[in-house]
Nanobody, 123 residues
Framework: QLQLVESGGGVVQAGGSLRLSCAAG?????????MGWSRQVPGKEREFVAI????????YYGDSVQGRFTISRDNAKKTVYLQMNRLTPDDTAIYSC???????????????WGQGTQVTVSS
């Protein structure tokens, strides 16, 4: 089980950009996991955002972020990133990362989600 810490959230105007980071600390097995991002608005269901494969050669995005968000990873730094462009108020949520031992296009298969980082997009 990886210990994950998200950062990079904040308040941004609509149309702006943010880059989130998810660090796995000293985890030796980081490269053995696919890594993903999800988001959640309090009171609503968690939404799948993106996933990246073990070595970064495959990515998949949720429909609502396709073409605007980019997931990437640096296995040497044990960190996964989420570059978010052309943000809208609908992107306001708590963004969390998690690890999955398998490639998946849904929330199924992921381990525990991190505490998350708040992203607020003002109109």
């Amino acid at each position: 089980q990886l210990q994950l810490v998200e950062s990079g959230g904040g308040v941004v105007q609509a149309g702006g950009s943010l880059r989130l980071s998810c660090a796995a600390g000293s985890a030796q097995s980081f490269h053995n996991y696919a890594m993903g991002w999800s988001r959640q608005v309090p009171g609503k269901e968690r939404e799948f955002v993106a996933i990246i494969s073990f070595n970064g050669d495959w990515t998949y995005y949720g429909d609502s972020v396709q073409g605007r968000f980019t997931i990437s990873r640096d296995n040497a730094k044990k960190t996964v990133y989420l570059q978010m462009n052309r943000l809208t108020p609908d992107d306001t949520a708590i963004y969390s990362c998690a690890a999955s031992p398998v490639l998946t296009r849904t929330l199924t298969g992921f381990g525990s989600w991190g505490q998350g980082t708040q992203v607020t997009v003002s109109s």
